[in-house]
């Protein structure tokens, strides 16, 4: 009884000690296009990857023209695995400077998250 | 706006859980009572009911946080997001659905036996589920799963402890003062202790399993200094504070209704009330920073 007792004290602090508290709150980890980068050639999609799964009823973003206070048509959807906002954008931008103003409703904490990240084609 | 809305749904849960499992708890193993005291049944059911309620409306809470407003958050896809997509949404649908059940179980029994051991199952379910209320639901891997069962097993014990208290403060108020009444009364209180010391020591254990995750040996000098770490310092005084009182009532005050039993327990009845009173009321002050605290970003977060 107590070696068993002694087992699971170990195993609870090796546990406890080893692993860093991965506490959620959903962040953007990854884009494509790259936050502030320059492409050449106008994407028809943009994503968004999270590091937290997210409620697809709450997780989309916008995208706009700041310099021609122009919203640009999108259509989100959230990936089946719940860490990726993709949107299929009508047509090819075409060279200009974008923003894209996204929110996130992280699943596991219940947290709602916004951002924004800014790109250019040209 | 919404913030003390969430704060108060919350503590509603975290009371009705505590009563609709701990105090039907309480009347399984008080074998010493010939029967549940006045008021007993309905003291379980109202917890229950509002266990229910607040659950359904912290689902309700929740959707219209993320979607912005009432008006979007209280439709069919919205709810039924919450419910879908997140597992705090599917353990307050569970949660909701035990305490009805527990209270249907209290409405459907014999007045004079209630079917206590049932009604302590459903309200087990739905204390355990309060773990996904905090911020147990939200630490992933392994350590995610030490920190859910460390939250499930506080919330039980903690509820034992207070459910306890409302039985206790329930016997206290009987007007019932017999021998034989006076007599099941102390060797409820004596039978208590028992219990209280090992309650206490699971909460100890857990609450630094949590205290670890959430705050972390490395933040624990810069604690003070976040409004999280105040309100967490807080609750371990007024923790100390009931350990205190319940220390005093197995020492002092349950051994002198012992001696009193044979002539006028009053005046020793009277200093329990009063103290079982006062440790119910720093229960309701822990549970609401505990409401509270669930809001707050902790310091291993930073």
Same mark, same amino acid.
């Given at each position: 009884?107590?070696?068993?007792?002694?087992?699971?004290?170990?195993?609870?602090?090796?546990?406890?000690?080893?692993?860093?508290?991965?506490?959620? #709150?959903?962040?953007?980890?990854?884009?494509? %296009?790259?936050?502030?980068?320059?492409? #050449?050639?106008?994407?028809?999609?943009?994503?968004?990857?999270?590091?937290?799964?997210?409620?697809?009823?709450?997780?989309?973003?916008?995208?706009?023209? %700041?310099?021609?206070?122009?919203?640009?048509?999108?259509?989100?959807?959230?990936?089946?695995?719940?860490?990726?906002?993709?949107?299929?954008?009508?047509?090819?931008?075409?060279?200009?400077?974008?923003?894209?103003?996204?929110?996130?409703?992280?699943?596991?904490?219940? #947290?709602?998250?916004?951002?924004?990240?800014?790109?250019?084609?040209? | 706006?919404?913030?003390?809305?969430?704060?108060?749904?919350?503590?509603?849960?975290?009371?009705?859980?505590?009563?609709?499992?701990?105090?039907?708890?309480?009347?399984?193993?008080?074998?010493?009572?010939?029967?549940?005291?006045?008021?007993?049944?309905?003291?379980? *059911?109202?917890?229950?009911?509002? @266990?229910?309620?607040? *659950?359904?409306?912290?689902?309700?809470?929740?959707?219209?946080?993320?979607?912005?407003?009432?008006?979007?958050?209280?439709?069919?896809?919205?709810?039924?997001?919450?419910? $879908?997509?997140?597992? =705090?949404?599917?353990?307050?649908? /569970?949660?909701?659905?035990?305490?009805?059940?527990?209270?249907?179980?209290?409405?459907?029994?014999?007045?004079?036996?209630?079917?206590?051991?049932? /009604?302590?199952?459903?309200?087990?379910?739905?204390?355990?589920?309060?773990?996904?209320?905090?911020?147990?639901?939200?630490?992933?891997?392994?350590?995610?799963?030490?920190?859910?069962?460390?939250?499930?097993?506080?919330?039980?014990?903690?509820?034992?402890?207070?459910?306890?208290?409302?039985?206790?403060?329930?016997?206290?108020?009987?007007?019932?003062?017999?021998?034989?009444?006076?007599?099941?009364?102390?060797? $409820?209180?004596?039978?208590?202790?028992?219990?209280?010391?090992?309650?206490?020591?699971?909460?100890?254990?857990?609450?630094?399993?949590?205290?670890?995750?959430? /705050?972390?040996?490395?933040?624990?000098?810069?604690?003070?200094?976040?409004?999280?770490?105040?309100?967490?310092?807080?609750?371990?005084?007024?923790?100390?504070?009931?350990?205190?009182?319940?220390?005093?009532?197995?020492?002092?005050?349950?051994?002198?209704?012992?001696?009193?039993?044979?002539?006028?327990?009053?005046?020793?009845?009277?200093?329990?009330?009063?103290?079982?009173?006062?440790?119910?009321?720093?229960? @309701?002050?822990? @549970?609401?920073? /505990?409401?509270?605290?669930?809001? =707050?970003?902790?310091?291993?977060?930073?």
């Amino acid at each position: 009884m107590n070696r068993f007792l002694t087992l699971i004290a170990i195993g609870t602090a090796a546990t406890l000690a080893t692993a860093s508290p991965a506490l959620a #709150h959903a962040k953007l980890v990854k884009s494509n %296009p790259v936050a502030n980068s320059t492409v #050449h050639v106008g994407p028809k999609s943009i994503t968004l990857t999270f590091d937290e799964r997210l409620v697809p009823a709450f997780s989309k973003f916008d995208v706009t023209m %700041p310099a021609h206070k122009m919203n640009v048509p999108v259509k989100t959807v959230v990936s089946p695995d719940g860490k990726r906002i993709v949107g299929t954008l009508g047509s090819r931008l075409t060279a200009g400077a974008y923003k894209v103003t996204w929110t996130a409703a992280a699943a596991d904490d219940g #947290h709602k998250m916004t951002g924004e990240l800014s790109f250019k084609v040209g | 706006m919404l913030e003390p809305a969430v704060i108060a749904v919350r503590l509603l849960q975290y009371l009705g859980a505590m009563v609709l499992f701990g105090s039907s708890l309480f009347f399984v193993y008080a074998r010493s009572l010939a029967g549940p005291p006045r008021g007993a049944r309905a003291l379980v *059911a109202v917890a229950g009911a509002i @266990l229910a309620i607040a *659950a359904l409306l912290s689902i309700a809470a929740q959707a219209s946080l993320f979607a912005g407003s009432f008006a979007e958050g209280l439709t069919a896809p919205s709810i039924g997001a919450v419910i $879908a997509w997140m597992p =705090l949404g599917k353990a307050a649908l /569970v949660r909701a659905l035990a305490a009805a059940a527990g209270v249907a179980a209290v409405a459907l029994s014999p007045r004079a036996r209630p079917a206590w051991p049932l /009604v302590a199952a459903f309200g087990a379910v739905a204390a355990a589920s309060l773990a996904w209320m905090g911020h147990g639901g939200a630490t992933e891997g392994p350590l995610g799963w030490a920190q859910l069962i460390a939250d499930m097993l506080h919330a039980l014990a903690a509820a034992a402890w207070l459910g306890a208290l409302a039985a206790f403060a329930l016997l206290l108020a009987a007007r019932d003062r017999s021998p034989p009444a006076v007599d099941a009364l102390y060797r $409820a209180l004596h039978g208590f202790s028992g219990i209280g010391t090992g309650l206490v020591a699971v909460l100890g254990a857990t609450g630094l399993v949590n205290g670890w995750v959430l /705050v972390g040996p490395a933040h624990l000098g810069g604690m003070i200094g976040t409004p999280y770490g105040r309100l967490l310092s807080l609750k371990l005084v007024l923790f100390a504070a009931m350990l205190a009182l319940a220390a005093r009532n197995r020492f002092r005050l349950t051994p002198v209704l012992a001696i009193a039993r044979a002539g006028d327990p009053s005046a020793a009845l009277g200093g329990l009330r009063r103290s079982v009173l006062l440790e119910a009321g720093l229960g @309701l002050a822990v @549970l609401a920073l /505990v409401a509270w605290l669930g809001t =707050l970003a902790p310091p291993a977060a930073a």
